[in-house]
């Protein structure tokens, strides 16, 4: 089984954590952590920044703090994530356990929280889906995957202290104008069809049920799974509020690219080994597993490769900035293309709704 990958060697100290108070503070705040520690920057993720931190007894934890810079401080808040996992922690869906939170900006420069560390596999290119699992294990992860997302969306937000968690209603439309205002404040140039899916979209939405937990950026690499396939812990909750159901079920079908189906819009190949749902049983699976209606999923579908093109945007703004490090200036021009190509798929999507 292949452990999560790292960005650092152990006996460097990576940008992001301030390795003398940290340090202190795991100490007196976690228990049954001993110094001293080592920090590597895991790798994956354009967002939040994530490391591993292992103690002098190798007991192993994960601290997840914001970017560096440039962030936009709603999508980044530690307090509210870590509210989250401790609240999902005795409920049907799996979470790495929430040991601590730090809302003293002196320890580190940002809060940051501390989670236990989850053995498992991180499953992002198809490369690791081919070599780490079976296609019969493939077939099992696409299974747990989605009902794993049913279990997220049967959670009562009230009954585990989650209910004030966002509004209850109208959630397409604070997503739209969510989003739309990020796009606006991080945008690196005018991109029109945005701003027509946008116009669309509010006209277009479908009536809404009651409000669930939403993920927000549901997709297989955002889970651990275990050698047998099955999800182990849902990661990166920073998106997560209440509201539509659909709308994760929607971005998952963006991310999701099964073996027989057309590319997507960015041409996510990890999903395409034999064993893996195409997206249609992946829906027909959902439906099942949820009991909920599906019939507008295309809606769903063309608005989440509408947000997906504002939080790519967003991203490709930080890395011009510089607060992710340096990379390859070829990175550059593929997460603006991608924002522009999402663009394209959501106004086709949306051009053949009636």
Known sequence: MTSLA?????????????????????????TGATAP???EL??????????????ASGNRYVLRRPPLSHALASAHDMGREHRIISAL??????????????????????PFYVMLFVDGLIVRDNETARRDLTEATRLH???SLIDTMAKIHQVVPSEVGLGELGR????????????????????????PAIDRVHEELLKRIPEQGPATIVHGDYRLDNCMIDSAG?????????LCTLGDPMADLGLLMVYWTGPDDDAGANNFATTTAP???NRQQLAERYAQASGRDISHLDFYVSFAYWKLACIIEGVYARYISGAMGEHDPQAFLAFKTQVETAAEKAEQLLSRLH
């Open 6 to 30: 790292v960005m650092n060697s152990p006996q460097s100290v990576p940008a992001g954590i301030r390795e003398d108070r940290v340090s202190a503070w795991l100490t007196a705040n976690i």
């Open 37 to 39: 520690f080592s920090f």
């Open 42 to 55: 895991i790798a994956g993720g354009h967002s939040n920044l994530t490391f591993k931190v292992t103690d």
């Open 89 to 110: 922690h005795d409920s049907q869906v799996p979470v790495a356990p929430a040991l601590g939170l730090c809302t003293d900006i002196e320890v580190n420069d940002a």
């Open 141 to 143: 992860a696409s299974n």
């Open 168 to 191: 209850h209603e109208g959630y397409i439309e604070r997503q739209l104008k969510r989003w739309y205002g990020q796009w606006n404040a991080s945008k690196t140039r005018e991109l």
């Open 230 to 238: 099955n999800i182990v812990a849902v990661l990166d909750w920073e």
């Open 275 to 277: 064993g893996f749902l």
